[in-house]
């Protein structure tokens, strides 16, 4: 299941979103070696928001891992990735954007 984490984190640099990513892993976290996957995150610095993506079995593994990783989550949310040309499915977003537009 895709999960987003939405952070409201005052005074939040991309420094710091940086710190989560490579915390997530030192943890195994980014790779898909443990049940929980964290996939990135939005960063939107004007706004004091962090939008954190994860694949993860349950909500509550989910909320474990962003715990463990220091990302002050406000909400958890159900997540369907959208893109053209592909169904709806609550796959994960691809790893990196397709070359091109």
Do not use: H
């Amino acid at each position: 299941m895709l999960y987003a984490a939405k952070c409201y984190w005052p005074g939040v640099t991309e420094s710091d979103v940086e710190q989560v990513t490579e915390r997530a892993g030192r943890a195994g976290l980014a790779s898909g070696s443990n049940p929980v996957t964290y996939l990135g995150s939005l960063l939107f610095a004007a706004d004091d928001l962090v939008l954190c993506l994860f694949q993860g079995p349950s909500r509550a593994a989910v909320i474990q891992v962003g715990d463990r990783l220091g990302i002050p989550c406000e909400r958890l949310m159900d997540s369907a990735w959208l893109s053209p040309g592909q169904p709806a499915e609550d796959e994960a977003p691809p790893r990196s954007p397709p070359s091109g537009r």
